[in-house]
């Protein structure tokens, strides 16, 4: 069975900083992007940042300068380094991976179960 597993989300005050992860487990054959989305209250779910497996990363205007997305294709992992954390920041946080699961197979889209992150005083 395929989980993306995310982790990391808090209450953190304005100017703090978080790290989320997100660990792909099962019998993966190789990942494509890897992404972060976010929902805020009211909001539709936006993109954060975006892993390509060697390509461009990229990252919303809100964010840039302040987050950081990597990769650990070795663990099958992506984070999301947080950092100069604002109030608008708020909002359940996706992990979204584009999986293979054999040689020459399909590609087919995974969500992880979110996590939340709160930036409150």
């Known amino acids: 069975q395929v989980q993306l597993v995310e982790s990391g989300g808090g209450l953190v005050q304005p100017g703090g900083s978080l790290r989320l992860s997100c660990a792909a487990s099962?019998?993966?054959?190789?990942?494509?992007?890897m992404r972060w989305y976010r929902q805020a209250p009211g909001k539709e779910r936006e993109l954060v940042a975006a892993?390509?497996?060697?390509?461009?990363?990229v990252y919303a205007d809100s964010v840039k300068g302040r987050f950081t997305i990597s990769r650990d294709n070795a663990k099958n992992t992506v984070y999301l380094q947080m950092n100069s954390l604002k109030p608008e920041d708020t909002g359940v946080y996706y992990c979204?991976?584009?999986?293979?699961?054999?040689?020459?197979?399909?590609?087919?889209?995974?969500w992880g179960q979110g996590t939340q992150v709160i930036i409150s005083s």
């Open positions: 979204y991976a584009d999986m293979v699961f054999r040689a020459l197979g399909p590609r087919q889209d995974y």
């Open positions: 099962g019998s993966i054959f190789s990942i494509n992007a």
């Open positions: 892993a390509p497996s060697g390509g461009r990363i």
